[in-house]
């Protein structure tokens, strides 16, 4: 099967690509095609706006993952304005806000949470989720990853996301394990439709 990856984002392109090559598809970029305004308050929504503009345009079934870092101590913010959180516009400089935000705070729990949605060109939406518990640094470790992987540490582990290999973040990340549960759907190929209204 031929899926559109509808994510201008090269970390998010790296681990999708990592985590389903055993499915066999035949995985597409974006082909210059722009991605729409992330309009909704959601995941859900925005994951289904990305992934539903990509299938219509392309005619083909398109993936997209939108996603998030929620921390306790700012009751839950940036969540799913985490890709512009406080205007700065690279991660560097996001991170950094973040540290800033958080200097002092005893509390330092945050969790990752990703959506991904496979759309089809009819607009069936199947959606899966995943989330990840740790707590951030006071200051940046690690080269590997993207966004705010460099201050997270996941519950259990002493490293970083940044330290760690796509392989060994995608087996406990929120991505990856919103990922793992579209390959489990997909093991005997395209899982069977709920009837409309049934339950
Ligand atoms: O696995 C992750 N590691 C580090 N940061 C992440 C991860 N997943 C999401 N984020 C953060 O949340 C943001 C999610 O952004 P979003 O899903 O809206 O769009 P994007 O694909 O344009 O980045 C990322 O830009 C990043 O800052
Ligand atoms: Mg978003």
Known sequence: MRVVVATGNAGK?????????????????????PLPEETGTTYE???????????????LPALADDSGLEVAALNGQPG???????????????????????RGAADRRARFVSVVILAYPD????????????TLL????????????????PDGETRTL???TVAEKRAISHRGRA??????????????REEAGGE
């Open 179 to 192: 990922l793992a549960a579209l390959i489990e759907a997909h093991r005997n190929g395209p899982p069977a």
């Open 13 to 33: 392109v790296r681990e999708i690509a990592e985590a389903l090559g055993g499915l066999g598809w035949q995985l597409e970029g974006l082909g210059g095609l």
């Open 123 to 134: 607009g069936h939406l199947e959606t899966y989720r995943g989330e990840l518990t740790g």
């Open 162 to 164: 940044a330290e760690m």
């Open 80 to 102: 799913v304005y985490s890709a512009r959180f406080g205007n700065r516009a690279s991660d560097t400089e996001r991170n950094l806000y973040l540290l800033e935000k958080l």
């Open 45 to 59: 929504e925005n994951a289904a706006l990305k992934a539903c503009a990509a299938a219509v345009t392309r005619g």
């Open 138 to 153: 006071e200051g940046p470790r690690g080269e590997n990853g993207f966004g705010y992987d460099p201050l997270f540490v």
